[in-house]
């Protein structure tokens, strides 16, 4: 990664950075990312360089201290262009949220100019989308490794970025033999160059296909007991108090970005294509308007719920953890059929890759896969708005 050397992003400023850095770096590379599955290491050093990779950092250790708002104008900007580098940008957004509020003070620095990418080693083989309940184990101190370490074993199943971020934000069972609840998780900063890790297979997925999400494998990792984050066992409260409103109104925004993408390429397309035999454009064809009014309304209604999400949050409103867990279920679901629509509505063309929309769609479909998933987060908001808990106790 490149290093910043005086964060160049202010409350104000970060727009014009971003675009520069999206014309030059992000948007031309977008098309090749896909059709190879290349990693996006260009485009994200520049996000770096111009002290986007800190964004959310604390200015107190030289980062941007913007909001989520601002990250989330980020992510749609980045994924209407490339939603490759905008699924990497949000899972090191995602992990920077656990690591400044309980990781170290010199990571912290790295990650606010620009020099350290994070992402998050969530899933796993053994529960898949159900995150929440790690089989990967964390043991203290193994018996020939130095005092004060401890000895990680797990299959993750999806790691964005994996072996080109410089940590992951790590989850495990506790350590401790504690009883253990149905969400009962311990979290930890692994530096991706440990010993013992090992990226599985490379990524070779139907869309986001430069994301690098692959599966990674850690077999006796040692890492020092201090790289835990937070509390033993208190992983599943801190990350739905820093990781996952980052991630699930982040994942909002990038379907926004690629849903933007699909109405403009569609527009465009209604817009240029003649019916020689008629003398008229497709936009004069009633049918052809009405399906492409549809993609704009559930465009709009995505944006809508996005800004009245982060303005819950921003001014503490009631309703804020409901929205945030409602936001991507909505805006993943949209994405999905804004896709499907847009390549009905321009046909045979839609199914070349000319138009860019047949790439768009296939990056659409990864938000409802994407733990939490569109069916966890129905759960969930079923469960909130009838008073139950999130999980049941173990055992019911
Ligand atoms: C592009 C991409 C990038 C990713 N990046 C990361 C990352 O950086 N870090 C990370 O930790 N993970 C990452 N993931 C993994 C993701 O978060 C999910 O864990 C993963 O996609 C789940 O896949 P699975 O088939 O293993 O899940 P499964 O659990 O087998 O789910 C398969 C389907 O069944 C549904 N399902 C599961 N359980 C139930 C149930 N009880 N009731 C009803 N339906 C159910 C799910 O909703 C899903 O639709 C990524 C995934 C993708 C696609």
């Not at 520069?20 to 485009?43: C, K, M, N």
């Not at 999806?158 to 992951?168: E, K, L, P, R």
């Not at 069916?375 to 173990?394: I, Q």
């Amino acid at each position: 990664m490149g290093m910043a050397p005086e964060f160049p992003v202010t409350a104000t400023g970060y727009e014009s950075v971003l675009s520069a850095v999206i014309e030059r770096s992000v948007g031309p590379q977008a098309v090749e990312i896909d059709r190879t599955g290349a990693f996006p290491r260009e485009a994200v050093q520049a996000l770096g360089e111009a002290g986007l990779l800190g964004l959310l950092s604390a200015r107190n250790v030289g980062g941007g201290g913007e909001s989520l708002e601002a990250a989330a104008h980020v992510i749609e900007t980045v994924g209407n262009r490339c939603a490759s580098t905008a699924t990497v940008m949000l899972m090191h957004y995602a992990a920077v949220a656990v690591i400044e509020a309980h990781g170290p003070q010199d990571v912290r620095r790295l990650i606010a100019r620009g020099d350290h990418l994070s992402s998050l080693a969530f899933s796993e083989v053994g529960s898949g989308s159900h995150f929440w309940a790690p089989i990967g184990t964390a043991k203290a101190g193994p018996e020939d490794g130095p005092e004060d370490t401890v000895q990680l074993d797990a299959r993750k199943s999806w790691v964005t970025s994996a072996g080109h971020a410089d940590s992951y934000v790590w989850s495990s069972q506790p350590l401790a033999g504690q009883e253990k609840a149905a969400s009962a998780m311990t979290l930890w900063l692994v530096p991706s160059k440990a010993a013992g890790l090992r990226v599985a297979a490379k990524f070779d997925g139907v869309g986001l296909r430069g994301s690098a999400s692959s599966p990674v494998s850690g077999v006796n990792v040692v890492v020092p007991a201090d790289a835990r984050l937070g509390d033993d066992g208190a992983g599943w409260d801190i990350a739905m108090a820093t990781a996952l409103p980052t991630l699930l109104v982040l994942n909002a925004a990038l379907s926004l970005g690629i849903m933007e993408a699909l109405v403009a390429e569609a527009g465009a397309h209604l817009a240029r294509s003649r019916l020689q035999h008629l003398d008229q454009a497709l936009t004069e064809q009633p049918i052809s308007r009405a399906a492409f009014a549809r993609l704009r309304i559930r465009t709009d209604s995505v944006r809508a719920f996005l800004r009245d999400t982060l303005e819950a949050l921003a001014t503490g409103r009631d309703d804020a953890a409901l929205r945030v867990l409602e936001v991507k279920a909505i805006a993943a679901e949209a994405a999905s059929e804004v896709a499907d629509g847009a390549m009905q509505l321009c046909g045979g063309a839609a199914f070349r890759k000319e138009l860019g929309i047949e790439r768009l769609f296939r990056d659409a479909l990864a938000a409802r896969v994407i733990a939490p998933t569109t069916e966890a987060l129905h759960d969930f908001v079923g469960r909130t708005c009838l008073g139950l808990p999130l999980f049941d106790a173990p055992g019911a």
